[in-house]
């Protein structure tokens, strides 16, 4: 089953920038996913086991090593298509 999935990172940190651009960097070195960003989110498109597999480890790593954070994801059931 294909999927989409936006994610908004909010880190409860000053130094905001670096967390965010840690688990996009970390995304993007997973193959088989279409990822996109924008200045509001992330948004990823492929297949859902995959996805669930990935966020499931990077969301984990950064709470893990970057710490408090606020994750929200809209997961859609349908592939989109990203540029």
């Known amino acids: 089953m294909k999927a989409a999935v936006d ?3 909010y880190p409860l940190d000053a130094d905001y920038e670096t967390p965010i ?3 996009i960097a ?6 088989g996913l279409s990822i996109q960003t924008n200045a509001l989110s992330t ?8 996805i669930m597999q990935v966020l499931t480890r990077e969301i984990k790593t950064s709470f893990l ?3 408090t954070q606020i994750m929200v994801l809209k ?9």
């Open 21 to 23: 651009l840690d688990f």
């Open 43 to 50: 948004q990823i498109s492929g297949d859902y086991d995959l």
């Open 75 to 83: 997961i859609l059931n349908i592939d989109i298509q990203l540029p």
């Open 7 to 9: 994610i908004s990172m």
């Open 26 to 31: 970390r995304l993007n070195q997973h193959e």
């Open 65 to 67: 090593e970057e710490g």
